[in-house]
């Protein structure tokens, strides 16, 4: 009978604990990526106002190669390309739109993508999409990548290879060896491609990202997307004005696709600008990652590490029921399970933002001994 596949397989999902279903936002907030808490902020606020008022549309009617390219669109580009120090930068409506075009579009039949294991979906998305050859690289391991280069250019492999991997893991919360895979890159001729994600608003010099200085640099291509720490949404591929060139006349989910609100370019200008205006709202956050660290550090969570805190919990179901009493006890807190990280490995995804205060987290840690005891 019709839709009787897709219910068997939501019984299946049901049945193995991975039906994912969608609950409200309720509880104080450990879950975001509003790590600045500009989503809702009267900065942003006025900004759309004033966009608003200056006669910026809503829609843009129409994708960016015909009637749909806004000066709001060129505006924040050239902004961003010149904020992060790149040579051009190009405006998507999400990051998992903007990964599906760098991956679709840069790397080409006879070239090589080495991707670190546990990079975003939306990379191995547009993997898909791309004719390259793929291989993942162990996690955080730049001697993996490396060694994957090699074996590939031994069988005979001529074309480029592309280094793949987040700055700051979205479910992980660690760094990137960026130094070490930079220098592996110019070693073996690799293009770089570093995914800002987590990273943007939050680290590096003046909240720009991990990536830093490496923005300059012909051999490398960044992404830094506005719905997480910029408090908006959209994301900007920043590199080498060919790679904007490229993605312009070859990116299908560029080309397909009805161009961005300007508004919400408009609002994304404003974002970036905070970035210098306000640094408090960064060094605010860095406090309360050290206190994360200090309250949390009995679940194993080690100092030095970002605001994206996994407690690691192993069994599905075990990070599902804790994430959930601690939601009951009002503190929005998810369960990460397979596949969004590997099996064995379903954890609480423990997110630090501007929402949370030092007496928050300190409860938290409190509610979450009792809850894991509770759950044991
Ligand atoms: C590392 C990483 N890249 C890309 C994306 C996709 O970005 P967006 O949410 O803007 O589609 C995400 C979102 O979760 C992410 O974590």
């Not at 039906?19 to 907030?29: E, I, M, Q, V, Y």
Request: glycine letters at 10%; proline letters at 5%.
């Amino acid at each position: 009978m019709l839709l009787d596949s897709q219910r068997q397989d939501l019984a299946r999902l049901a049945q193995t604990g991975r039906l994912r279903t969608l609950a409200p936002a309720a509880g104080r907030d450990f879950t975001s990526n509003d790590y600045l808490a500009l989503a809702a902020s009267p900065r942003l606020a006025s900004a759309a106002a004033a966009a608003l008022a200056r006669g910026v549309p809503l829609g843009s009617g129409g994708s960016r190669l015909l009637r749909g390219n806004h000066s709001e669109h060129e505006a924040l580009e050239a902004d961003a390309a010149r904020l992060f120090g790149a040579e051009a930068a190009l405006f998507f409506p999400t990051g998992h739109a903007a990964n599906l075009a760098i991956f679709a579009a840069l790397p080409r039949a006879g070239d090589l993508v080495v991707h670190d294991a546990l990079i975003h979906a939306s990379a191995h998305d547009g993997m898909r999409l791309g004719r390259a050859a793929t291989v993942a690289a162990a996690h955080n391991d730049a001697q993996a990548f490396a060694d994957a280069i090699g074996r590939w250019r031994a069988g005979g492999g001529t074309g480029t290879p592309w280094i793949a991997v987040e700055s700051l893991y979205s479910m992980d919360g660690d760094r990137a060896p960026l130094a070490d895979l930079l220098a592996i890159a110019r070693r073996h001729d690799a293009m770089l491609l570093i995914d800002e994600a987590h990273a943007t608003g939050v680290w590096g010099a003046g909240g720009r990202g991990l990536a830093g200085d490496l923005h300059a640099r012909p051999d490398v291509v960044t992404l830094h997307t506005g719905g997480k720490a910029l408090g908006c949404e959209g994301a900007l591929v920043c590199g080498p004005a060919t790679v904007r060139d490229m993605l312009v006349a070859r990116a299908r989910p560029f080309i397909f696709s009805t161009a961005p609100s300007p508004l919400i370019a408009a609002v994304l200008r404003d974002a970036l600008r905070v970035l210098a205006d306000e640094p408090e709202r960064r060094t605010s956050l860095h406090a309360l990652v050290g206190s994360a660290e200090h309250h949390l550090a009995r679940f194993g969570v080690a100092p030095g590490g970002t605001q994206i805190i996994p407690v690691i919990l192993g069994d599905d179901a075990r990070a599902m029921q804790v994430a959930a009493r601690l939601r009951t006890a009002g503190f929005d807190v998810r369960g990460i399970r397979p596949p969004t990280v590997p099996a064995g490995t379903a954890r609480l995804r423990i997110a630090i933002t501007l929402h949370a205060d030092e007496p928050a987290i300190a409860a938290l840690g409190a509610a979450l001994a009792t809850t894991l005891d509770a759950a044991a």
